[in-house]
């Protein structure tokens, strides 16, 4: 996919606003950000993935792992049209030393993992890879949750995607789009 000049310059911009606003919010961590302009990558680049997770807040919400690129995110005026393309989100519990992944519901081809617009570029991946982290710095034993789709293709799409970091699924209905996943780390 070709990027004039010109769009690079605009997403360059985009790119570093989001970036100092992100910098700017204390509830926020950076966790990973590419700035190489390589359209054509999986994941497409540049990204910033960050997270709201904070380890002393743990009882007070859920928390989410954030992937925001500015590639077909910026508008005529050169601003990002959304404030992240991704978002996974999950719930820590210290205790039991657990994750559970509380929101992974795909409506379709749209998909709480990846913006409709923004499947099959990697930023879910990334997600996961960045969960997968705060997990072994937690020292979390297990990570689970539940898949919520509205057909069988859905549920084989993410499934692959999990399968990928060796999460385990359990079909309640395949036709139906209904499973549950697990992963143990300990």
Known sequence: MDVSPEQLKIMGKAYQERLAAIKADARLTILDTVVDYDVDSQPVTPYIVYTDFNRA????????????TAYENVDKYGH?????QNELLFEYNAWKKAIHITV???L???SQLAFYDFQNHGLAQLAL???LKIAHKN???KIDGNVSSFDGESLKQVMALFAKFDFKFKVQDAQ???ASFELVLA
């Open 139 to 141: 020292q979390v034993e």
């Open 104 to 106: 992974l519901e795909t």
């Open 57 to 68: 807040q743990i009882n007070e919400k859920s928390s989410s792992i954030f992937v925001y």
């Open 108 to 110: 379709g081809a749209e």
């Open 80 to 84: 990002s049209k959304t404030d992240y």
């Open 176 to 178: 139906q789009g209904l």
């Open 129 to 131: 890879k960045y969960l």
